[in-house]
């Protein structure tokens, strides 16, 4: 185990060092700080040096976090109140830090409440931050998830296939879903942005919507396949979002691993549920937001959805006795609206196309229709893949079964189509954007 351990973490720094050889030194700081913190604080467990040793880890990961991913932002504000004497951070953004870094707060806090043993290895340790399968894009892993899995696991074939599976279905959705998507919206909302009709406007938007799940999601289902093969199993971190009835049930099929930290780590220890309920809420919106970029729009997309789920909570009753398709469609509506929040940095653009949202003074060009025709199909594909079919038809109905055994003869065959269709679309696209860099 300890030389298949130490094969993954060269390959994982390898494969960081990739896009980004001089940030391998933040995250072995990462790994050493944290693997550190991990043992004095189970040493001094129950004392009041186990307490220092916890925020020293959190403080520390946090600082290192808010130098990297908001010192540019930071400053921006604080100059336009104070002039400082020095000139704006300028560094780039380490891919994936906010991932690893929460990874290694949880750690420290699941050890501190006696939840986890220390790791003391440091080398199986540096392969729990570090292994490439989910270091760049996610899922966030909690360390009690996989701490047995670092010390034995097995592979079989069975694994092997379903993670061959899995991760074939996360390029095809990354590939021929999400960038086509893409390309819709560098059309819509970025070349074409300041004379689109309402109409435009909402199908760029609701492009951006299928961008950005079938993006995250490919990446998630690809992360969760290649770690499967290697005899890792991780948690699901999409659960089909659109097809949710509210906004609390949405994030809870959205980007599970974050909504959990958030939950686990600051909602609960806040109150949860049993005082200050709403304040908690909107602090945990706040903070989300606020993790998802350095700008405040993500602090306004934050305080929007905290809003919602603060209606919703107050108004639980009452929604709960309205139709079902009327919840689901209010649902959509809030969700694909948000979508202009989360990606117009800039307030006056976002203002300008909330406005064409509903009142602008365009019409539709041809080329939009011809968009919608060419793209008949692509479309009825992706409401297909939105449609929660293992929760429309349970595991020991008929249909299910023998979707399972076609699936079981058929899935060798498909894997290998999806492999030479995506590869073809790679070789020949000259777009293939990354939304979670910024991450």
Not at 201 to 221: C, N, P, V
Not at 346 to 366: C, H, M, P, W
Request: aromatic share 20%; hydrophobic share 50%; net charge positive.
């Amino acid at each position: 185990m300890t030389f298949r351990n130490l094969s993954l973490v060269i390959f994982s720094f390898i494969f960081y060092a990739w896009g980004e050889p001089l940030w391998i030194v933040l995250m072995l700081f990462s790994s050493l700080f944290d693997y550190g913190n991990g043992l004095l604080i189970e040493k001094w467990h129950g004392t009041h040096k186990a307490k220092i040793m916890l925020w020293v880890s959190i403080i520390g990961n946090l600082a290192l976090l808010m130098s990297f991913k908001y010192g540019g932002f930071i400053w921006e504000n604080i100059n336009a109140i104070v002039e400082l004497p020095f000139d704006k951070p300028t560094n780039s953004l380490p891919i994936g830090i906010s991932f690893y870094t929460f990874q290694t707060i949880s750690y420290c806090v699941d050890v501190y409440r006696g939840e986890v043993k220390a790791q003391k290895s440091l080398l199986n340790f540096m392969l729990f931050v570090s292994v490439f399968h989910q270091l760049v894009a996610g899922p966030i892993v909690r360390y009690q998830l996989i701490a047995g899995q670092l010390k034995s696991r097995s592979v079989n074939w069975e694994d092997i296939s379903i993670g061959i599976n899995r991760f074939c279905f996360g390029l095809f959705k990354k590939v021929i879903i999400a960038n086509v998507a893409g390309e819709l919206v560098q059309k819509y909302l970025e070349n074409g942005f300041t004379d689109l009709s309402s109409a435009e406007a909402w199908f760029g938007i609701i492009m951006f919507s299928i961008q950005i799940y079938f993006d995250f999601s490919g990446y998630s289902d690809m992360a969760i396949g290649l770690g499967r093969m290697f005899g890792f199993h991780y948690g699901e971190n999409f659960r089909h979002p659109y097809a949710a009835i509210s906004v609390a049930d949405f994030y809870k099929r959205w980007h599970i691993s974050l909504g959990t930290f958030f939950r686990d780590y600051v909602y609960i220890p806040l109150g949860g549920n049993r005082k200050f309920q709403l304040r908690n809420i909107m602090v945990v919106w706040l903070l989300t937001g606020f993790w998802h970029g350095a700008s405040w729009n993500f602090v306004l997309w934050g305080f929007y959805f905290g809003c919602f789920m603060i209606i919703e909570k107050l108004l639980e009753k009452y929604l709960a006795k309205t139709p079902r398709f009327l919840r689901h469609l209010y649902t959509l509506i809030l969700i694909v609206f948000s979508r202009a929040i989360f990606y117009f940095v800039d307030f006056a653009q976002l203002k300008e196309f909330v406005v064409k949202l509903f009142a602008s003074k365009y019409q539709s060009g041809d080329g939009f229709y011809t968009d919608l025709i060419e793209h008949l199909f692509w479309f009825i594909l992706v409401i297909l893949l939105c449609i929660p079919w293992d929760e429309i038809y349970k595991k020991e109905s008929n249909v299910y079964l023998k979707a399972s055994a076609f699936n079981h003869y058929a899935r060798p065959f498909m894997n290998v189509l999806l492999l030479l269709l995506c590869t073809v679309m790679l070789v020949d696209a000259t777009y293939n954007p990354f939304i979670y860099f910024r991450f």
